[in-house]
């Protein structure tokens, strides 16, 4: 089984950040009633005063600020489907594995265009909560060994930061260059994984420039 992260991995940039953009631009109200606070909170949390989980929280809450979410969400896809790198759809196979700390209700109409199995951060878009951990870093690795996965052959992300799950593979590709490069996972030295266990603490993306 290959297994995916997806945000700058198989799409580029971020669909949720993308998925904000379309909304706003078809919602005006959200310039007013989301946009600005969002931006104060990335501030605060490049500054490393708001903790990722947090941020993540207070971003996803423009969700539940679109009436027609069902037919914004399908409509996007439409549009930015072709954003899915030429490479994976290349190697694409049924029982692959997309994991992503993007909100559930974002990744589930793409995957299943797809057709393969995901699973991504469970966000009550009404009460604006998490159901489950954010899939992020050492909970991507968590989430496939307490749900018994077979063994992964091949793991992608384009982030550091998910080491935990790149040591669980058989082999690790590390996708750079905007989504279209697959490299060999790098050898990480002392320094480097000194550097990734703190910015994984903090909830932090780590990458590097290959």
């Known amino acids: 089984m290959n297994v995916y992260d997806f945000d700058g991995t198989i799409y580029y940039p971020d669909c949720t950040i993308s ?3 379309w909304c706003a631009r078809r919602h005006p109200k959200l310039w007013f009633t989301f946009v ?3 931006v104060k909170d990335l501030i605060l949390y490049n500054k490393g005063k708001l903790p990722r989980y947090i941020f993540e929280r207070q971003f996803f809450s423009f969700l539940g600020m679109i009436d027609d979410f069902d037919i ?3 409509k996007f896809w ?3 489907e072709k954003r899915i790198s030429a490479w994976y759809l290349a190697q694409k196979k049924p029982d692959d594995l997309i994991i992503s700390a993007s909100p559930e209700c974002i990744i589930a109409p793409i995957a299943k265009r797809l057709g393969v199995k995901y699973m991504a951060t469970e966000y009550n878009r009404k009460y604006g909560v998490f159901t489950n951990n954010l899939m992020f870093a050492t909970e991507k690795a968590l989430y496939m060994i307490e749900n018994g996965f077979p063994k992964i052959d091949n793991f992608y992300s384009d982030s550091l930061s998910d080491t935990p799950l790149a040591l669980c593979a058989e082999k690790a ?3 750079t260059n905007k989504a279209q490069k697959v490299n060999d996972w790098p050898e990480l030295d002392e320094e480097t994984l000194k550097k990734v266990h703190s910015k ?3 909830g932090t993306n780590v990458h590097i420039d290959q």
């Open 78 to 80: 439409d549009k930015h």
């Open 173 to 175: 590709h590390l996708i």
């Open 19 to 21: 998925f904000a953009f």
């Open 72 to 74: 914004q969400i399908e």
């Open 36 to 38: 600005p606070k969002a």
């Open 200 to 202: 994984v603490d903090t």
